[in-house]
């Protein structure tokens, strides 16, 4: 599945804005939907957890050896097959470890999953935010704005999410949830 991965990460790429990339998403997005969603899937991938940490990491070695310091970002490495590979076993090691040891609920879990489409809509707002007000100007080290950015994804997510579902016109706007009934009991 890598190759069907790198093979729609050469097509339907925007050329000013790299990092646009529909072939690539468009994949991996009808790969999770029509594949991965499967419970047989995911409990064969649980199998193969170590096997999967282990070439992940390998292909990641091999790539950061290969493209220190160059824009992983930009065309062609991010076309290349070591991208594609080691993105693809990352992914899968990610998933099937998940699966494996992190498939458990609680209070937070819950309420994580409650909200979690409003995560997926707004979360590149506190990302993009941090980046341009804290991260462009240089004044703070590389590794503090990751945190920084990573704490603000989360933040103004569920913030934007309480706010914007509570208001009936931007909940359905924004966020596509219609106004719920209330079933009459009698």
Not at 42 to 50: C, E, G, M, P, S
Not at 148 to 177: D, E, K, Q, T
Request: proline fraction near 3%; charge should be positive; include cysteine.
């Amino acid at each position: 599945m890598a190759l069907v991965i790198w093979g729609a990460a050469q097509i339907l790429n925007t050329p000013v804005v790299v990092v646009y990339r529909f072939g690539y998403y468009g994949a991996a997005f009808l790969l999770g939907y029509f594949v991965f969603s499967h419970d047989e899937v995911i409990a064969t991938l649980k199998k193969y957890f170590v096997l999967l940490l282990v070439l992940g990491v390998g292909v990641g070695t091999a790539f950061c050896i290969m493209y220190f310091g160059d824009n992983y970002a930009d065309a062609p490495i991010n076309r290349s097959i070591l991208f594609t590979v080691f993105g693809w076993l990352a992914s899968m090691a990610i998933l099937s470890g998940a699966a494996k040891y992190a498939d458990k609920q609680n209070a937070f879990t819950v309420w994580m999953s409650k909200n979690n489409f409003g995560l997926y809509v707004f979360h590149y707002l506190g990302i993009s935010t941090v980046a341009l007000l804290l991260g462009k100007p240089g004044n703070l080290p590389a590794a503090m704005i990751y945190i920084i950015s990573l704490i603000a994804g989360f933040v103004v997510a569920y913030a934007l999410n309480a706010v914007i579902s509570r208001i009936p016109f931007f909940r359905w706007a924004v966020l596509g949830i219609k106004k719920e009934r209330k079933n009459d009991v009698s």
